[in-house]
């Protein structure tokens, strides 16, 4: 994994636990149904929830032909934490995702842990501790 990566999910969590704004708890959500001749079509939904220190998005997609893709995102931070990730699934059973937790270790360090699943099982991980140059 690229150095520039992990400095930038350091920043995100520095910037996000500095400038966090108390924010309302509110969840919203629309769906679209989609009918065209000789029976094609579609149906779509989305839904956020939002609260102070958590957004989670999921999203559907299924066809009148029986294909169709679900994903769902989320993110967590707060208390010198922050974790996040997204899982995807096909009709078909094809599944894979991530996921990442930055921890602000209190000595000027951050630990840090990202998985990555692949859609045919494959699994990559890399895990450390980053200590940023002054």
Do not use: C, K
Request: charged letters at 10%; zero cysteines.
């Amino acid at each position: 994994m690229s150095r520039n990566i992990i400095i930038a999910a350091v920043a995100a969590l520095v910037a996000s636990s500095i400038a966090s704004v108390p924010a309302e708890a509110r969840s919203r959500g629309h769906s679209v149904h989609a009918h065209g001749p000789h029976g094609h079509g579609y149906n779509r939904s989305r839904h956020v929830s939002r609260q102070p220190g958590h957004v989670a998005v999921s999203r559907n997609l299924q066809t009148h032909g029986g294909r169709g893709h679900a994903s769902n995102r989320y993110a967590n931070w707060g208390n010198g934490s922050y974790s996040g990730g997204a899982s995807h699934v096909l009709n078909n059973g094809t599944s894979w995702g991530r996921s990442r937790q930055i921890t602000n270790n209190g000595d000027g360090s951050y630990s840090y842990n990202f998985v990555r699943n692949g859609p045919h099982g494959g699994s990559r991980s890399r895990s450390g501790i980053y200590t940023p140059n002054h």
